[in-house]
């Protein structure tokens, strides 16, 4: 059997073929796509549009290349949400959660709702830009007119085969489903004028969610298809591709965002939790994602871009290993770096404004980022053991980021603990986890896991001597003491 992931990132998409060869998972890329979202009226908004067409664009090579028959999952980021009339019709485009409607969202909600409460209900983290604080600035024309609210990649899958579902994994990123009742907290539902009826009912991964309707067949040469509903929350897939074994490993999936965290099988909603801002999100076949966010690789992104791409990331990445090692640092999850009109200055400020050295060059504005990156990390860590009560001896970094070589050494040193970087397409392999699953390929995900360790490369990097964590580790809380967290 052949499987196709659809895996949607803020950046980029891609469509992977999966399938099992002796033993092993293979993985091809069909098709490939730029993604991002543009400004419209001074609005970020997503080209839903452009990612459809792109996903036919690939099923279209797939059927060329001989496959007449396979299974498809559809991941994209979170948090952001379609507006579906009763005509099946989106009322809008998607709006991005960079956008700068939600900047004052968060404190019109707390002044209604209590954090505590908030929390205790849903046990998520609190980010300017979760659904909830997107949903209450909506406006409220288009939220009466709504027969359904879909999250982007219940969409994709509404407009494949007309079939609407809430998939939980994407669903709990929402900040408004309950812990206690696993639903829709009614109370945070009337704080946004919606009501349960306009969701769609839920779906777990590994249900099915039907065939590719007819009427795309006749617009396009594709192979017959089933789709498959997935961990459709693209961190929850990536997670599944995670080859972590036993209970003393963390994930850090590294990509636009740093997501990093522990699987669990109940959730942490302490008032300890609550302080540390840690969240749990909704994970495949009974788990939950306890995590923290962290600003990510968005900042190198960025300062690539401003420099329009004269430089590789790898090429960025030697530049920052010829400079000197944590000599300015900078609070990566300050809200001014969310969505800067220019990343370089808004570091530059940051810098100046902190008594440092003003980072000019190409490699010393990428040194800035990867130490604080890593630094930030091994805060995390530590939190997330005291919050779990666990030791953590593996980390395993998944995604982009594990191409990381001197971001993942500087991890390495900071952690103390073995920092395992593979496989780049987690997301991807997670995917595809949850078709061979449903498909009767692989028994579980302990199963497909181990197949994955079979399957893709890793590389593992060992703690150094000689790095004074305390002494970085009080510099960096001395800089970012005061910054405002998105």
């Known amino acids: 059997m052949k499987h196709v992931a659809v895996d949607v990132g803020a950046s980029s998409g891609r469509l992977l073929l999966g399938e099992l060869v002796d033993g092993k998972m293979a993985l091809t890329e069909i098709h490939r796509f730029q993604n991002g979202f543009t400004k419209v009226d001074d609005c970020c908004i997503w080209n839903i549009d452009h990612i459809l067409t792109n996903i036919m664009i690939g099923l279209e090579k797939l059927k060329a290349s001989g496959v007449t028959h396979c299974t498809l999952g559809i991941d994209t980021w979170a948090v952001d949400y379609c507006l579906v009339d009763y005509n099946g019709k989106r009322l809008h485009e998607v709006v991005s959660y960079r956008d700068k409607r ?3 969202a968060m404190d019109a909600v707390l002044a209604k709702f209590s954090a505590t409460d908030i929390y205790d209900k849903t046990g998520i983290q609190f980010l300017q830009f979760n659904s909830l604080y997107q949903l209450y600035v909506e406006d409220a024309e ?11 990649p219940d969409y994709l899958g509404y407009l494949l085969t007309g079939e609407r579902v809430t998939e939980v994994t994407n669903a709990s990123s929402t900040q408004m489903l309950n812990l206690h009742t696993r ?14 009826g306009q969701f769609a009912r839920f779906a777990k991964p590994g249900e099915m969610l ?24 693209d ?7 995670a080859p972590g074994v036993g209970d003393d490993w963390a994930f850090l999936s590294s990509g636009t965002w740093s997501l990093l965290g522990a699987e669990l099988a109940n959730p942490i909603n302490s008032a300890e939790a609550f302080a540390a801002n840690y969240t749990n999100e909704w994970g495949a076949y009974g788990t939950f994602r306890f995590l923290k966010n962290i600003m990510g690789l968005w900042l190198i992104q960025e300062v690539a871009r401003m420099q329009d ?9 030697e530049l920052a290993a010829r400079e ?3 000599a300015v640092l900078i609070g990566v999850d300050d809200h001014r770096f969310l969505n800067p009109t220019d990343m370089i200055a808004e570091i530059q400020a940051y810098c ?31 939190q997330l053991q005291t919050l779990t009560g666990q030791e953590i001896r593996h980390l395993h970094i998944i995604g982009g980021g594990a191409n990381i070589a001197i971001l993942n050494q500087l991890t390495a040193d900071l952690t103390g603990i073995a920092v395992h970087a593979g496989p780049t397409e987690a997301t991807g392999l997670g995917n595809l986890a949850v078709q061979l699953i449903a498909s009767g390929e692989a028994k579980d995900i302990t199963e497909v896991r181990e197949l994955i360790r079979k399957s893709t490369p890793m590389t593992t990097y060992m703690p150094g001597d000689g790095v004074h964590f305390m002494k970085i580790l009080e510099k960096y809380k001395n800089i970012s003491g005061k910054q405002e967290a998105f």
């Not at 791409?309 to 990445?317: H, N």
């Not at 008594?355 to 990390?377: M, N």
């Open 102 to 104: 939600t900047d004052r």
């Open 183 to 196: 639903q829709f907290d009614a109370d945070l539902l009337g704080l946004v004028g919606l009501d349960a």
């Open 309 to 317: 791409y004269a430089y590789s990331y790898a090429e960025l990445a």
């Open 210 to 233: 039907g065939e590719i309707a007819t009427g795309w067949h006749d617009r396009y040469d594709l192979p017959d298809c089933d789709v498959i509903v997935v961990a459709t929350h």
């Open 324 to 326: 000197e090692a944590f």
């Open 142 to 152: 288009f939220k009466k007119r709504a027969e359904t609210v879909m999250m982007v």
């Open 352 to 382: 100046a404004e902190t008594g440092q050295e003003i980072p000019r060059t190409p490699g010393k504005l990428a040194r800035v980022i990867y130490d604080s990156l890593a630094v930030q990390y091994a805060i995390q860590i530590e």
């Open 235 to 241: 961190t929850a897939s990536a997670v599944l591709g």
